[in-house]
């Protein structure tokens, strides 16, 4: 019995060996299926590593990209940008009533925002438009059908939470009281957060020159954010509002606050 | 599949592994460029706007 099970078993791996290397054309059904659960195994590898890379590129080179357009984009802004970088001596002097620009169009930029809170060096560009080209590189993006800065209503502006250069990554930091700077052409337009709000993703009144009241004539200059909500989700959005608290024209220089970084973003030129 | 793509490159070893090296690149390029852009439109991460539901 032992001699005929090791004479099999030393048979199997000759009878293999004679298998492993059939003439051409003659394939058994064994090598066929061997092939395939091959091929196909080596198919869910790549497409496993794919999605892994697919990963890897929403959460790090959409910003490192993101980041580079906008950098860019502010320069070039700021290099256009006809003003002083010092602030001007006296702060106090009123300006009269904010100058309104018109909105460029589609894709090109309205303007740089400064949010301390955001850290010294958060200076992103506002981009005409809300489509997928303006959000995913550009930076903020301005809905078209709503006000542009200083003047009295809505200005309203959307930007990625996370990917594509997380521009309002920490919305949710924001805290009353917080000043929020948009540089324009004209001049600089200084709003303060007032409150955020957490709607559903269809909530179109948060964009209404009154937010979320229709009807009503507007009395002062609102700036409404949106984001993703959830932080990596987006079943929800964040919107925050700040309220326009002073302007002063390009010509009396940047507010002293933010002076550092207008001068940075024309110096970088 | 692998090992019968690089068995049937053309020239010696090394030129071989130069060319597997570069296809692997121009996969990555490829999909960089224009896979991932198209598929994370599926993705929901991206959604920061209101009302405008471009993509779901």
Same mark, same amino acid.
């Given at each position: ?25 003659? =394939?058994?059904?064994?090598?066929? #299926?061997?092939? @395939?659960?091959? $091929?196909?195994?080596? #198919? ?30 502010? *320069? ?6 006809? /003003?002083? &970088?010092?602030?001007? &001596?006296? +702060? ?14 589609? /894709? *090109? ?19 005409? /438009? ?36 997380? %521009? ?10 917080? *000043? @929020?700077?948009? !540089? ?7 709003? $303060? ?5 957490? $709607? =559903? ?5 948060? #964009? ?13 200059? @609102? ?11 987006? !079943? ?6 700040? %309220? ?8 009396? /220089? ?9 001068? +940075?973003? +024309?110096?970088?030129? | ?24 690149? %121009?996969? =990555?390029?490829?999909? &960089? ?16 706007? @209101?009302? =405008?539901?471009? !993509?779901?």
């Amino acid at each position: 019995m032992a001699d005929q099970q090791t004479t099999a078993a030393a048979a199997v791996p000759s009878a293999r060996g004679t298998q492993r290397k059939p003439p051409r054309g003659r =394939l058994t059904a064994s090598d066929i #299926l061997r092939k @395939i659960s091959q $091929v196909l195994g080596e #198919l869910l590898i790549t497409a496993g590593i794919v999605l892994l890379l697919f990963v890897g590129w929403e959460l790090w080179w959409t910003n490192v990209e993101a980041d580079a357009k906008q950098t860019e984009a502010v *320069k070039s802004f700021a290099q256009e940008f006809a /003003g002083p &970088v010092t602030p001007a &001596v006296s +702060q106090a002097t009123d300006y009269g009533p904010p100058v309104v620009g018109t909105a460029p169009a589609h /894709g *090109k930029t309205i303007g740089i925002m400064y949010i301390p809170r955001f850290g010294p060096d958060y200076t992103r560009p506002i981009i005409e /438009g809300t489509d997928q080209d303006v959000l995913d590189t550009l930076g903020l993006g301005h809905y078209g059908n709503t006000s542009m800065p200083g003047a009295l209503g809505n200005f309203a502006v959307a930007g990625h939470r996370q990917t594509h250069g997380a %521009v309002l990554d920490n919305i949710h930091t924001l805290v009353p009281g917080d *000043k @929020i700077y948009v !540089q324009t052409p004209d001049g600089y337009y200084t709003y $303060v957060f007032r409150n955020n709000q957490i $709607v =559903l993703p269809s909530q179109t009144d948060v #964009l209404m020159p009154v937010p979320t009241q229709p009807g009503v004539t507007p009395r002062e200059s @609102i700036l409404t954010m949106t984001s993703c909500n959830p932080r990596f989700g987006s !079943q929800e959005r964040i919107i925050a509002y700040s %309220v326009l608290e002073g302007w002063q024209p390009s010509s009396a /220089g940047p507010p002293s606050e933010i002076a550092t970084q207008v001068a +940075q973003a +024309q110096g970088k030129g | 599949m692998y090992a019968w793509i690089f068995r049937n490159l053309p020239g010696p070893l090394w030129l071989r592994i130069l060319i597997s090296v570069a296809l692997v690149a %121009v996969a =990555l390029v490829l999909m &960089v460029e224009f896979l991932f852009p198209w598929f994370s439109q599926f993705t929901s991460l991206t959604d920061s706007t @209101i009302g =405008l539901v471009q !993509q779901p």
